[in-house]
């Protein structure tokens, strides 16, 4: 059996609570994208930099990629950290609290990309 329920890693609090915080932020970002941005025709800001303001515009579809790449980084990071856990547990503990913190980033960014076109 690839993964085991019963492995140590899923009873880990810390592991635990990373992954629900992680797909609770990822949730929230989606969720307010879904609220704030509607379909329309017109291309809207995708992306805002401090030194050259909007530089990137496009379709509104698009927007919906922050939570897809959140949503990759959340899979990937625990499956790495699931099958280094029992070699390397201070690194899957990194990877878990990278996958949070990945994002609470891209609900910055998402947060700012919804500013921006209100």
Known sequence: MLFSVRSSFFRNKFIL??????????????????????????PITLHYNIYFGIDLIGAWYKVYFLPLFGLIVIVVNFVLAYFLHKQEKILSYFLVAAASLAQLILLVAGVIVVLLNI
Do not use: C, R
Request: aromatic share 16%; no cysteine; proline share 4%.
């Open 17 to 42: 609570v990373n992954f629900f915080v992680a797909v609770a932020i990822n949730l929230i970002l989606t969720f307010l994208i879904f609220l704030k941005i509607s379909p329309t025709s017109e």
